[in-house]
């Protein structure tokens, strides 16, 4: 059985730097962040798969190129410059074990990293928000900032961006509506109390999450609770009935009725 392959389509490619060291890091995917390190001989097409298998069950996936070339078929000939870097592995060994060697401290940094999670989704591609909208256009910009406090608290900072044609309800015309979302999330496991000093902290949502909470589902309900329960334009007017009979009034049909007996 053939093992599945990939190429570097749809993968973003950038330096990441620390430690002493850079290295290009290609990156894919919207959801909770997961460093794929490769062993020898680097990011080739079987790795590439794996990555976008983890991209497809929601995960972003960030791939550091440490060696090799990224995307090509691990063939022999090339794998002669890489072998002769074999050491790398101890690298790999002492990142598993919590050792302090080089390269380790560079992967701890990436993997720190990784707690960002960015992207953008079409309005379009979110279902409820779409039939919210007068025109299911734009996209909507979201990103995600993991961190964990002393006492071991896991907090999300979310910030989304966006710009949303909503119905104004005066004229009934379109109207462009800024979207713009800031909200700063404690994570609790299913089931889990929300701490006693968080309880009158207004600055902070508690968020009930499972080990694959569908970020694009957050990042709609956060948009659909901040539109304008009624959208209306600065200044405008209603609109104005043409082509239409002036109302009959009701006592004129009566003296009409009466006119008749």
């Avoid at 993968?11 to 850079?22: H, K, L």
């Avoid at 001989?41 to 794996?50: F, I, Q």
Wanted: net charge negative; aromatic share 6%; glycine share 8%.
């Amino acid at each position: 059985m053939t093992a599945p392959e990939a190429d570097l389509t749809g993968w973003a490619c950038e330096p990441f730097s620390a430690a002493g060291f850079t290295h290009d890091v290609y990156r894919k995917g919207a959801g909770p962040g997961v460093v794929l390190i490769p062993e020898m001989p680097g990011a080739h097409p079987g790795v590439l798969a794996l990555g976008d298998y983890l991209v497809d069950n929601g995960f972003t996936v960030a791939i550091p190129s440490l060696y090799g070339t990224p995307g090509a078929a691990a063939v022999r000939p090339a794998m002669v410059p890489i072998l002769l870097r074999g050491c790398v592995a101890k690298e790999f060994a002492a990142f598993a074990t919590n050792k302090d060697r080089p390269v380790s401290h560079y992967l701890r940094a990436l993997a720190r990293d990784s707690r960002l999670v960015q992207g953008e989704v079409p309005v379009s591609r979110l279902g409820r928000l779409a039939e919210s909208v007068l025109e299911p256009s734009g996209m909507v910009v979201f990103s995600f900032q993991g961190e964990r406090d002393d006492e071991g608290k896991l907090y999300v900072d979310l910030q989304i961006q966006g710009s949303l044609v909503l119905q104004c309800q005066r004229c009934l015309e379109a109207l462009e509506w800024p979207c713009e979302v800031r909200n700063r999330l404690l994570l609790l496991r299913s089931g889990e109390d929300l701490p006693e000093d968080e309880l009158e902290n207004d600055a902070v949502d508690a968020l009930e999450v499972e080990p694959l909470t569908d970020l694009l589902e957050l990042v709609e309900d956060e948009v659909l609770l901040a539109l304008p329960l009624v959208p209306r334009h600065d200044s405008c007017e209603p609109p104005v009935k043409t082509g239409v009979d002036e109302e009959i009034s009701p006592f004129a049909v009566l003296r009409q009725l009466r006119g008749k007996v």
